[in-house]
């Protein structure tokens, strides 16, 4: 049994993956950890080592069966993300800086109003690129091949 779509969607998600939340309603009220992962179909975070229930498994060909501990899913409300400075937590807002870049910034009554990085971890793809060229693929030396000169008209195609 999974969880249902949400009914209404987050649309502006400000919670990212690796951002450090606190949780602020439920069994784990008041502990802190890492966003492990986002479920953004169904409104939920999962936070490492947090919210942690009993899963029932049977055994498998190749795999054991038992009872293992697994994180449960939050709701994206339950959760704040921690103000870099002050170390509570506080909600996001967004500002501009004077080379044009967008930041994430604290806001709210115990908010410092300081800059909250973007995670390190969302530099890393967590599925690569593939680098294979597959049959579909256009080869390079077809693609840098120059078929239009803007100057002389040559390449036109006849409409």
């Known amino acids: ?3 249902k779509a949400a009914e209404k969607l987050v649309k502006h998600w400000k919670i990212l993956r690796g951002d450090n939340v606190m949780i602020i309603r439920g069994k784990d009220k008041g502990e802190t950890g890492i966003i492990k992962r986002v479920i953004r179909s169904q409104n939920r975070v999962i936070v490492e080592g947090k ?3 009993k899963k029932h498994i049977k055994q498998g060909q190749g795999h054991e069966g038992g009872i293992f501990s697994i994180e449960a899913p939050l709701h994206v409300s339950n959760v704040q993300v921690l103000d870099p400075v002050t170390g509570k937590p506080c909600k ?3 500002k501009y800086l004077e080379d044009g870049s967008k930041v994430r910034v604290s806001r709210g009554l115990a908010a410092s109003e300081a800059i ?3 995670p390190e971890i969302l ?3 967590r599925k690569p690129r593939p680098n294979i060229v597959g049959p579909k693929d256009t ?3 077809l693609v840098l091949e120059k078929t239009y000169d803007a ?4 390449g ?3 409409l």
């Open 139 to 141: 080869p390079i030396d």
């Open 116 to 118: 909250i990085p973007r």
């Open 151 to 154: 100057k002389t008209g040559i």
């Open 92 to 94: 996001i807002g967004y």
């Open 51 to 53: 919210n942690l229930v």
């Open 156 to 158: 036109m195609p006849d």
């Open 123 to 125: 530099k890393e793809r």
């Open 1 to 3: 049994m999974g969880w």
